[in-house]
């Protein structure tokens, strides 16, 4: 949850109300709640995680590229307590 409107931070606080509108439309949020969260709830059981809008790329793509890492993390944890106790 966000304490300020999705779409102005998006566009921009330049933008003007016609392009906050359009980018209103094409994310749906001029849709009812309902119909959002069900876009949402169908899009996630297909593995859909959307698009993050700071990096400009698809979130399943993001946590691809970064969970060897974090596993190797996990790993390391694993180890250190079953070493240490």
């Given at each position: 949850l966000l304490p300020a409107?999705?779409?102005r931070q998006i566009a921009g606080r330049s933008a003007t109300p016609q392009t906050v509108e359009n980018i209103r439309q094409q994310l749906g949020l001029d849709q009812p709640f309902i119909v959002q969260y069900w876009r949402?709830?169908?899009k996630?059981?297909?593995g859909d995680l959307g698009r993050s809008y700071i990096q400009r790329s698809e979130v399943t793509e993001l946590i691809v590229?970064?969970?060897p890492a974090s596993l190797l993390l996990m790993v390391g944890a694993i180890l250190c307590e079953l070493l240490l106790g």
């Open positions: 409107d999705p779409v949402y709830l169908t996630l059981v297909s590229s970064r969970l």
